[in-house]
């Protein structure tokens, strides 16, 4: 909000603008394939380190040194509103979020409790740190959508389909709705946190909604993810939208008070391009699968990517995913630079 990020290439494509770099980073760039992270949280709990504003903050910058990427993506999770607003959720490590308790009933709701402002104080924290070592580079703040929050709660851990959730939002819709709700304001004043302490973009994630049909997304859903957006009303901060499977939704996504969207490997950019009308820039889409194959074969299809990425008012490169945990962080470095040159040489 000081201005220091303005004209970093990641803002200007966030608000439209197509400069003289293409930006690039990487979700999920923090932790996981880094040895110099897992040098650091040496068995320590996940979410202990995410609270920790020196230890976040370091693994925040890992990445940006070790690639060169044109942000850093906050380390915390998804899941850190809900530990902080007093529910005793845990992440195992190699499975995901758990919470023994799980929220399915309406009497459960009573353990729902408001987010006191203060428990945020850690994430400020952290973020001041951060974006004081960062200078010119922006970070990006997120926040997880209530349905992959709210799908959590009421699964009690990962889920292949979300199937318990799906049945609670036509089941017992007011419960459904509350739960929503609560989600939508912790996430929603976690986001909006990060952006007062310093952050130039923010992110919400809405990884499992590609189980919910287009109805329900529209009628149990979207009112939800807008609520939560609409915590950041007033901060001049753009913002990004990114789901997995969303191909079937993308025009109500569009029609979000967001800034750009993230689009997953499953559907072309010029294609996600076409079908909001060219609205919006677009980041995304390097199938995080390819990390893993030849070089001349990940080239080949970056290449495409950016290609059609071009359809698009402005593109942030991206994966269609996060960094999958055994991904060999060289690549990884190697794909900055080759974005970065690539670009510059098509100027030419
Ligand atoms: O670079 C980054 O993106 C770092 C910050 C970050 C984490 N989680 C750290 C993390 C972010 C943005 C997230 C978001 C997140 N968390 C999402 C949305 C993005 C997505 O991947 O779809 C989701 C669904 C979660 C929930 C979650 N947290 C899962 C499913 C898991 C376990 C699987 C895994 O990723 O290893 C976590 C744990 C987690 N969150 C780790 C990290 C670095 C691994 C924990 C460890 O290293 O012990």
């Not at 909000?1 to 439209?16: E, I, K, N």
């Not at 915390?76 to 195992?92: F, K, N, Q």
């Not at 007062?196 to 049909?213: H, K, M, P, R, Y």
């Not at 996600?272 to 390097?286: E, F, H, M, W, Y």
Request: proline share 8%; glycine share 8%; net charge negative.
């Amino acid at each position: 909000m000081d201005g220091r990020t303005t004209s970093a290439p990641l803002v200007r494509a966030l608000r439209g603008e197509r400069g003289p770099r293409l930006p690039v980073w990487f979700m999920r760039q923090a932790g996981r394939s880094l040895p110099e992270y897992r040098a650091l949280r040496a068995g320590g709990d996940m979410l202990q380190a995410c609270l920790t504003p020196e230890l976040a903050s370091e693994i925040t910058l890992q990445p940006v040194r070790r690639h060169g990427v044109d942000a850093g993506i906050f380390f915390s999770d998804i899941v850190v509103p809900v530990l902080l607003a007093g529910l005793p959720i845990r992440i195992e490590p190699g499975r995901g979020p758990v919470l023994d308790d799980p929220i399915r009933s309406a009497s459960d709701l009573a353990r729902l409790r408001p987010l006191d402002a203060e428990a945020l104080e850690p994430i400020r924290a952290a973020v001041a740190l951060t974006v004081a070592e960062l200078g010119s580079t922006p970070l990006i703040g997120f926040g997880g959508a209530p349905f992959t929050i709210a799908a959590y709660l009421i699964e009690g851990g990962p889920s292949k389909d979300q199937a318990r959730a799906r049945a609670m939002m036509h089941a017992d819709p007011q419960s459904w709705a509350t739960l929503l709700d609560w989600c939508a304001d912790i996430t929603g004043q976690f986001m909006r946190a990060q952006v007062e302490a310093g952050a130039s973009a923010a992110q919400l994630f809405d990884s499992w909604v590609g189980t919910v049909s287009a109805l329900d997304y529209e009628r149990s859903v979207a009112p939800h993810t807008r609520r939560a957006l609409a915590h950041l009303d007033g901060l001049d901060v753009p913002r990004i939208h990114f789901g997995l499977g969303t191909d079937r939704i993308l025009t109500q996504i569009a029609a979000f008070d967001v800034d750009a969207i993230g689009i997953d490997w499953r559907i072309p950019l010029d294609e996600a391009s076409r079908v909001i009308g060219d609205t919006k820039p677009l980041q995304g889409n390097i199938d995080s699968a390819l990390l893993s194959a030849p070089w001349p074969v990940l080239r080949e299809h970056v290449d495409d990517v950016l290609r059609r990425g071009q359809r698009a008012p402005a593109h942030v490169v991206n994966l269609g995913h996060g960094v999958p945990p055994e991904t060999d962080p060289d690549v990884l470095t190697r794909l900055v630079a080759y974005i970065h040159e690539h670009d510059a040489a098509s100027r030419e």
